[in-house]
């Protein structure tokens, strides 16, 4: 903004304070000139007014009327030319400016008003050059933020330092706001109503309002056409253009990081993808090198495969976010935080697989796969959900090593057939909860012993030679205890299925 003082020293005699001392640093919007008995109705308030004083020069009552006028239209500035009409300053108008709080300057004699109007556009030109230059560096500052690791940190204090005022960034994830300064804390809470406004209307625009006596502009930060945040802003003075050029700046960069992270999201998202895929497939070697261009940890050694599927009428997003409210037997251990942090999440057809870490520190306390008698199910506490309840089903395997996975998965598959909506079962119940009793009735009984008989008999693939010799018994008694043990589970241990539910039983009992 140019001042009636800079303006001044610009024309030096061409332009003179009416009283000894310099122009007061009053601010001037622009420069008018008029003869008018009352000019206001051409004034926006703000303008050094050039006159002649033919409005006032007849009386001082003229005068003061004519000062007041202009004091009611917020034009505190007035240039007053000699010449035909007044050779010398009134000392009635020199009190009419006074009584009115009117700076009064004169133009001698033989200046052109068009002196006066060319000086301001002059200063005009040189201030918007260095606010240009001015914003130019703010612009370039703020760019070199946005590469930093802490970019939206940086980029938001550097944005409220530029304005003289406070800015805040709040995510639409779970990710904490950020604002600058600390005092912008306080206003917060209003702008997470006024962003929830947005987003429920759908505003692509930028909205301004009131928070505790500070006018706001909340910008929404775009990806694309998905809104990632939104920007509030509070300016300690009137934004100029460069400021909101400035502003401007700070969202297109902040839409940038905001489309980085969806990006990196994304690729994250494929590279788990494809590790879990290798996982379940039978390929932890691979799955390992997957994994370390996504960046993720050294894969576990044991996992629980959680495999659900959702109905017609619920997305991908609202099913794996039921999953920790779904009802399940008591003897499930409570996966909520392993689905909130699982990376590794595979979709094939119409089921989704989650491969979730077994926890380290409790190695050999696999859950039993089916409550034990007299267990009721009870629910998880759930989150609300809107009307309808979403329509999905869930499976939990027991622990399993890496390399055991393939072999579950058929088995998960067809538990997860028999499985209702709003549940989360154990992996198989008939099935694989069978096969842990089988182990029990093996190793209690008491005549022989048919546990090791029939890990030999299974490791061998039923050849009776191998078998016997490596338990140090003839093969008729391998024979006779294998008859029994088929007679007291009720199963054939030729049976593929039966017999790989029992050799994973038995390789659970025996780590």
Same mark, same amino acid.
């Given at each position: ?56 020069? *007849? ?12 004091? *009611? ?45 060319? *000086? ?22 703020? #760019? ?41 804390? *306080? ?86 993808? #494809? ?84 926890? #380290? ?45 393939? #072999? ?104």
């Amino acid at each position: 903004m140019i001042t009636l003082l800079q303006l001044g020293t610009e024309l030096g005699a061409e332009f003179l304070p009416a009283t000894a001392g310099t122009f007061r640093a009053l601010p001037v919007s622009g420069v008018h000139v008029s003869e008018l008995e009352d000019p206001t109705a051409y004034l926006d308030g703000g303008e050094l007014l050039l006159t002649t004083g033919m409005p006032f020069a *007849a009386s001082a009552e003229a005068s003061r009327a004519y000062m007041r006028r202009l004091q *009611a239209k917020k034009v505190f500035a007035l240039g007053l030319g000699l010449g035909p009409w007044l050779r010398a300053v009134p000392e009635h108008v020199v009190e009419a400016c006074d009584q009115a709080g009117i700076e009064l300057g004169i133009v001698p004699d033989q200046i052109p008003f068009q002196n006066i109007s060319r *000086a301001y556009w002059r200063l005009a030109s040189r201030d918007q050059e260095s606010n240009l230059m001015g914003s130019l560096g703010t612009q370039t500052a703020l #760019a070199r933020a946005a590469v930093r690791p802490d970019a939206i940190n940086a980029v938001v204090r550097g944005l409220a330092e530029a304005l003289k005022g406070w800015a805040a960034y709040l995510s639409v994830d779970a990710r904490p706001a950020t604002c600058y300064p600390a005092s912008a804390e *306080a206003f917060l809470d209003e702008l997470r109503r006024e962003s929830m406004r947005f987003r429920r209307n759908g505003m692509p625009a930028a909205s301004t309002f009131e928070v505790q006596g500070h006018e706001v502009v909340l910008y929404p930060i775009l990806s694309g056409t998905r809104i990632q945040g939104y920007l509030g802003v509070s300016a300690g003075r009137k934004p100029t253009k460069a400021d909101r050029q400035i502003i401007m700046t700070a969202c297109t960069l902040l839409s940038l990081r905001a489309r980085q992270r969806e990006l990196a999201a994304s690729t994250h998202q494929a590279l788990s993808a #494809a590790t879990a895929k290798l996982l379940l497939h039978g390929q932890p070697e691979a799955a390992r090198l997957v994994g370390e261009d996504a960046g993720l940890d050294s894969l576990p050694s044991r996992v629980r495969i959680l495999v659900y599927r959702a109905g017609a009428n619920t997305d991908a997003a609202t099913a794996l976010h039921a999953l920790p409210s779904l009802q399940r037997p008591a003897a499930l251990p409570d996966i909520s935080a392993a689905v909130e942090e699982c990376q590794l999440h595979y979709q094939g057809g119409s089921e989704n697989y989650l491969v979730l870490p077994e926890p #380290a520190e409790h190695p050999g306390t696999d859950a039993p796969l089916a409550p034990p008698a007299g267990s009721t199910t009870e629910p998880m506490a759930r989150e609300p959900f809107d009307s309808p309840a979403p329509e999905v089903r869930a499976v939990l395997s027991h622990p399993l090593n890496l390399a055991e996975i393939p #072999a579950n998965l058929p088995a998960l598959r067809h538990a997860l057939d028999a499985v209702p909506v709003g549940t989360m079962a154990p992996s198989s119940p008939g099935f694989d909860a069978s096969a842990e009793t089988w182990v029990t009735a093996l190793a209690e009984y008491p005549r022989a012993d048919l546990l090791s008989a029939a890990t030999s008999y299974l490791r061998h693939r039923g050849h009776w030679e191998e078998a016997s010799r490596e338990l140090g018994i003839h093969r008729n008694s391998l024979r006779h205890r294998i008859s029994v043990a088929q007679d007291v589970l009720g199963i054939d241990l030729d049976d593929p299925d039966a017999a790989a539910s029992l050799w994973l039983a038995l390789r659970r009992t025996q780590k």
